[in-house]
């Protein structure tokens, strides 16, 4: 069965939003695990826009699953993992001015400075994974640095909005998937996915890990955190079967 990473990045967006200490993502990343969720996850961004330093060394004592850190492939952050050790760390691309992360890793084309930095987690003893788009060449140079897993930027599945314009989308990230499954490469899918676009992806075997936040803070708003958790666990164990399922 897939695991469901939950991102709390947006609790604290909305902790930020007064400058205050609430709601406090590491309580939110606690009712997440009771809840059923398989991992925690967070993105400690250059800017402190949302999760803090003290959030991410909480969590690090806290979390029972497994925190998987976000973040740019900086010396800076290599730094912070290393002293914290979360239980992996995800490669992501960072521009300051973006909303949320935008399109993936170029890993093919920074090859030699990433083979770096993941070679400095994992002498650290942390697996590394890199944020990519379902593109060949990108898990191929994944592979080619060591990294341990990729994950799957499911952005443009998840913004397409024809029927026509989904297919490709989801055609692209199943190639992907198995090109990366063949490699050996651990393959978890994440960004936009939400309780409607998700379950088309769970007819992708390779996938052995989702990555949600935003879709789950915005339910779990109205519904509480422990039903909009409960209710995405539900939906990715359940398999969409061939492929080719209806995403509504
Ligand atoms: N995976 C990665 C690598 C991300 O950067 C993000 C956004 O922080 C997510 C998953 C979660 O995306 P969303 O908040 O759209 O579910």
């Not at 290599?78 to 050790?85: D, P, R, S, T």
């Not at 913004?159 to 692209?172: G, K, L, M």
């Not at 039903?227 to 398999?239: D, F």
Request: aromatic share 2%; hydrophobic share 40%.
């Amino acid at each position: 069965m897939p695991r469901l990473g939950v991102n709390v990045d947006h609790v604290a967006t909305l902790r930020q939003a007064r400058g205050g200490s609430e709601p406090d993502p590491v309580a939110a990343a606690m009712l997440a695990e009771l809840a059923g969720a398989d991992g925690i996850v967070v993105h400690l961004r250059e800017d402190r826009r949302h999760i803090q330093d003290r959030d991410l060394a909480l969590l690090c004592q806290t979390v029972k699953t497994g925190l998987d850190l976000e973040m740019a492939a900086d010396d800076a952050m290599v730094k912070i993992a290393l002293a914290v050790k979360p239980h992996y760390v995800t490669l992501v691309p960072e521009r300051r001015q973006e909303l949320t992360t935008e399109g993936g890793l170029d890993v093919a084309g920074h090859k030699r400075r990433l083979e770096r930095v993941v070679d400095a987690l994992q002498d650290g003893g942390i697996p590394v994974s890199l944020f990519i788009e379902p593109d060949a060449g990108q898990i191929k140079a994944s592979k080619a640095i060591g990294a341990d897993y990729i994950e799957i930027h499911t952005g443009r599945y998840a913004n397409a909005q024809s029927e026509q314009e989904i297919e490709t989308e989801f055609r692209a990230i199943v190639k992907a998937a198995q090109l990366a499954a063949r490699l050996k490469l651990g393959v978890n899918a994440g960004h936009g996915l939400n309780y409607r676009n998700v379950q088309k992806l769970t007819a992708i075997s390779e996938i052995v890990e989702y990555n949600i936040g935003h879709s789950i803070v915005a339910r779990a708003l109205l519904v509480g955190l422990d039903q909009a958790v409960r209710e995405m666990k539900q939906l990715i164990s359940r398999s969409a079967g061939t492929g080719h399922g209806a995403r509504g």
